[in-house]
């Protein structure tokens, strides 16, 4: 039985190299952070108007979701939301009107809370996702433009994932 050096090392370092094996690796990033956000989420503002945000329970390296922004009604505004795992953590890349954009970064992770950032962006510069309690979710963007900071703020609170209606 002819035995090669490869395996002489290995077994020397206490390393294995049998596929699949993560014996002295670094564990595989995951989405654990920003699992707080799933569900489905909604704001009714009192001038008609509101947020719905809707997002999937995460994949060990994907998370996706969906913001509506309504007024009277109707749709006027949507976006897609792409979260997938990286070794600095979740990077979340909106797509606002279904076009793609820039990453942001993870920039701070606490429990319930995360705060995403791109200085290069020009609009928002950063987004803020943050439950409070069981049935409160706020988002806000920030960042700024012209010379001057801007920031809105969202509190949603949870609402049935059963159909579109915002009651």
Known sequence: MRISRASIVAAALGCTLLPGSTQGQAPEPDLSAVAFMVGCWAED???????????????RNLMTGLSQFWN???????????????DE???L????????????????????????????????????????GKDTLTVRVEGGEGGSLRSTTWEMMRTSCANGDQD
């Open 93 to 132: 890349k909106p797509h606002p009107g279904g076009v793609g954009s820039v990453e942001f970064q993870p920039r701070a992770v606490a429990a319930n809370r995360i705060e995403w950032e791109n200085l290069t962006h020009d609009f928002p510069q950063r987004i803020i996702y943050h439950r409070i």
């Open 72 to 86: 009277e009604g109707s749709i006027v505004e949507f976006e897609f939301h792409v979260i997938s795992a990286s």
């Open 45 to 59: 503002a009192p001038e008609g108007s509101g947020l719905r945000e809707v997002f999937a329970a995460p994949a």
């Open 89 to 91: 953590g979740p990077v």
